[in-house]
């Protein structure tokens, strides 16, 4: 099934250093979220964007909906340990049967 | 605080014995789903439930059904286990008028021996 390119794959970084990871998309999506998946967990949602060129913040956290609506990154700023785990993109499309179309995930380790 | 929740949290089975996972939600969604994660995977959607309303994928076994007896709750029953099959599986619920916001439970571990 389609899949979003999702980069960088893996992140080895020292506590306090900025992340930035990113999703891109062959298609037009109306909907980007960004998940945080811990081991042993589900997802989790951290944010949600619903328009084109929409730049919303939750803490640490910065995620941009690209204008061309067909790519999102994602910030983490500072970052530390309870950072670990692995950071999933997701598209939304009304047209696309109604479902999340997933990247394949940034697994993200920090160093204390 | 408002949740999902999916029990048992890890679930040992054997190869061909019939297993069902449980998923119940405060939210009031009326649309719960169920995905199945693999390691190193992202989540796979099987199939979710509008309301009453049944969706299946097309690529879901045959092996995986559901039921949804009420709008709280939903139920994975796996009729006969392969080894294939031990995964991680997700419950999510949503709004219908926002069905991309996604909101999942903590999953269950599901191993075949």
């Known amino acids: 099934g389609q899949q979003l390119n999702q980069s960088p794959q893996s992140m080895f970084i020292q506590e306090g250093e900025d992340v930035s990871m990113n999703c891109t998309s062959s298609s037009i999506f109306n909907t980007w979220l960004w998940y945080k998946q811990e081991p042993g967990e589900g997802p989790v949602l951290l944010i949600a964007l619903y328009k084109a060129g929409e730049l919303t913040s939750n803490g640490r956290l910065t995620a941009q909906f690209g204008i061309t609506r067909k790519d999102s990154f994602l910030n983490i700023s500072a970052s530390i340990p309870s950072d670990v785990g692995i950071y999933f993109c997701a598209g939304f499309n009304a047209g696309n049967n109604r479902k999340l179309i997933w990247g394949l995930g940034t697994s993200l380790a920090v160093n204390p | 605080d408002a949740m999902v929740i999916q029990n048992p949290r890890y679930q040992v089975t054997q190869f061909g014995k019939p297993v069902t996972l449980s998923c119940s939600q405060t939210l009031n969604h009326n649309v719960m789903y169920w995905y199945q994660q693999k390691s190193s995977q992202a989540p796979k959607l099987l199939f979710h439930y509008y309301d009453k309303d049944f969706n299946n994928e097309a690529d879901t076994p045959d092996n995986f059904q559901s039921r949804r007896p009420n709008t709280s709750f939903c139920f994975l029953d796996i009729r006969s286990p392969g080894l294939g099959d031990a995964a991680m599986y997700l419950c999510?619920?949503?709004?219908?008028?926002?069905?991309?916001?996604?909101?999942f439970g903590p999953g269950t571990r599901l191993l075949v021996l």
């Open positions: 999510a619920t949503s709004r219908e008028t926002r069905m991309e916001t996604q909101y």
